[in-house]
């Protein structure tokens, strides 16, 4: 069982950078794969990002390339997502989950918010 707390969201003007954070309960933490998934208002939740489980191996969806990048410190039982020049169409709840997602380790999400 994995517990999954989201942070580090907010408001920030298109251009602009914010960096998530997920911390995530149990020991065993560090043998799943983990991904950050957005839903933002009237679409469907999708992939953002993927990171192994060592950390060596990552996949990003074709509209955040070169943007956002994903890791993680499998000593602190953490995933991060740096997020760079973030546009309007960034706006949406951010959430992660093991990749492949479980349904059972949704956690609340963090709202990243990208306007003027």
């Known amino acids: 069982q994995v517990h999954l707390v989201e942070s580090g969201g907010g408001l920030v003007q298109p ?11 149990g020991s ?26 060592g950390g060596l191996s990552t996949t990003y969806a074709d509209s955040v390339k070169g943007r956002f990048t994903i890791s993680r ?21 951010y959430y992660c989950n093991t990749h492949p997602l479980e349904e059972a380790y949704w956690g609340q ?5 990208v306007s003027s």
């Open 28 to 53: 065993i933490f560090s043998i799943y794969a983990m991904g950050w998934y957005r839903q933002a208002p009237g679409k469907q939740r999708e992939l953002v990002a993927a990171i192994g489980s």
């Open 73 to 93: 410190d499998n000593a602190k039982n953490t995933v991060y997502l740096q997020m760079n020049s973030l546009k309007p169409e960034d706006t949406a709840v």
């Open 109 to 113: 999400g963090t709202q990243v918010t």
């Open 15 to 25: 251009g602009g950078s914010l960096r998530l954070s997920c911390a995530a309960s």
